[in-house]
């Protein structure tokens, strides 16, 4: 796509759209001369420039990457009109492209029916899960994997509800036995499984999960803000393939959220939450003097906790969807790129005498570490520190990230180092760009060295 042609076409669409409206003459409070836009844009521009560069493959830090250009077209075509998908009347077209982008992230995971909406962020979108839960099960509490984003338990408390972390296995997901201890107290309404942990991408068995919802009447909840879209890579053929028993058994939970700004390819901040039930939406269900007033049909707003939201947001993806569809052959191609790249980088890092797996990536996160004499965790941790920081100097800058991993989980990974400290940083890096594929043998080499004293 030649982005800049194509931002010309949006600009001049719109504006053909608004001639037909007629002329007028914008407010002489609003003009800014060119002069004086120069002055600001220039700073703009130049402070835009103490980012780290999310475009390129050299950076392996967080989960940050551009979004497509089609995203990019779709979302300002839109702003240039700014509808607001709060209500029908704010937002018309943008509304119906809400559904129907929403009605394919259902159909991605196997829900028959459903209700659903695009939200700000996971955040958002997991307190409008939670919240559900709790008017259903009034009085009782959330289960979380002890690894899960810390949403839930910020959540929680936003709430009123109580939470219960629920220990994890070696691999960093949901004990299972664990948490059919604490269900047998009764005390939890609503389980949260995770797919795709933010730290290292673990998956919890959700498959696994469903008879314990059947055995006590619980809610469960998918948190797959991070990982959701890989559910198109489940049973594929090839290195990137997924088990698909987790993925498949996703369309049996109650409620589902995913970002589309992560592997969707969305600018931020696009979220979403999806209900199995859309009885669900007697919940949100609100009146409002001025609002609801164009049609009879469901307004966003009122199966939303949000208010205004941007019907920009909807666009983009929207737009997304008809060039690279949540399919395997879509954007399962995009996903299927990062997985393979992870785990080349895995084998890489198997076979160095510099460098040590944390555990066998997932999805597309990989956690290792630098190999230190004598193996210890305080040494670990500053060994890590150390390649972090000189990863970004120099003229061959590599851009990473670090995770804490506690003694417990460290040890049950590697019993061979010395627990001499609470825990370590360890080196991670998100791959989720897929040209990170024909760069991991650089980034490699460059940690490599990095981490050689």
């Known amino acids: 796509m030649d982005l800049q042609h194509w931002l010309g076409r949006a600009n001049d669409a719109i504006q053909q759209w608004a001639d037909t409206f007629g002329p007028y003459e914008q407010h002489p409070s609003l003009f800014v001369d060119d002069d004086r836009f120069a002055v600001a844009f220039e700073e703009l521009t130049g402070r835009l420039k103490e980012n780290y560069p999310f475009f390129h493959p050299r950076y392996a830090g967080q989960m940050l990457k551009p979004p497509h250009p089609a995203a990019v077209v779709g979302h300002l075509a839109t702003m240039l009109i700014n509808p607001n998908n709060h209500a029908l009347d704010g937002g018309p077209a943008t509304a119906r492209m809400e559904r129907e982008a929403v009605a394919q992230l259902a159909a991605m995971f196997g829900y028959d029916t459903h209700l659903g909406h695009l939200t700000t962020s996971g955040t958002i979108a997991n307190l409008e899960a939670l919240f559900v839960a709790r008017e259903l099960h009034p009085g009782r509490g959330i289960a979380y994997s002890a690894d899960a984003h810390y949403t839930h338990g910020r959540m929680c408390h936003v709430l009123g509800m109580k939470g219960y972390p629920v220990p994890t296995d070696d691999r960093g997901r949901i004990s299972i036995d664990a948490l059919e201890g604490i269900l047998r107290t009764g005390e939890v309404g609503t389980v949260v499984l995770t797919a795709g942990t933010t730290g290292l991408g673990a998956v919890d068995p959700v498959h696994s999960a469903l008879a314990l919802r059947d055995r006590y009447g ?22 990137e393939g997924l088990p698909a028993e987790p993925w498949r058994a996703i369309a049996r939970c109650d409620s589902i959220v995913v970002d589309p700004h992560k592997h969707g390819l969305q600018p931020y901040g696009c979220g979403a939450v999806l209900f ?7 919940f949100y269900l609100h009146d409002s003097p001025y609002t609801y007033f164009t049609s009879s049909e469901l307004h966003l707003g009122e199966i939303s906790l949000e208010c205004s939201r941007a019907g920009a947001s909807a666009a983009a993806l929207w737009l997304t969807f008809q060039v690279l569809p949540p399919t395997p052959d879509g954007l399962g191609r995009v996903l299927g790129a990062g997985r393979r790249a992870a785990l080349h980088w895995a084998d890489l890092i198997t076979a160095s005498d ?81 040209e990170s594929e024909d760069h991991v043998q650089r980034l490699h080499d460059r940690v490599a060295r990095l981490a050689r004293p």
Not at 218 to 239: E, I, M, N, Q, S
Not at 276 to 282: A, K, M, N, S, Y
């Open 218 to 239: 619980v809610r469960l909840h998918v948190d797959a803000a991070y990982g959701g879209f890989f559910t198109l890579l489940a049973g594929a053929d090839g290195p």
């Open 354 to 434: 510099a460098l040590e797996l944390y555990q066998r990536p997932e999805l597309d996160i990989v956690g290792y570490f630098p190999s230190v004499e004598p193996a210890t965790l305080s040494g670990v941790d500053a060994a890590s520190a150390r390649v972090l920081a000189d990863g970004m100097a120099g003229g061959d800058p590599v851009f990473l990230s670090t995770l804490k991993a506690g003694r417990d989980a460290f040890t049950a990974r590697h019993p061979e180092v010395i627990a001499d400290a609470e825990g370590a940083r360890i080196l991670r890096s998100v791959l989720m760009k897929p």
């Open 276 to 282: 199995r039930d859309p009885e669900v939406g007697r």
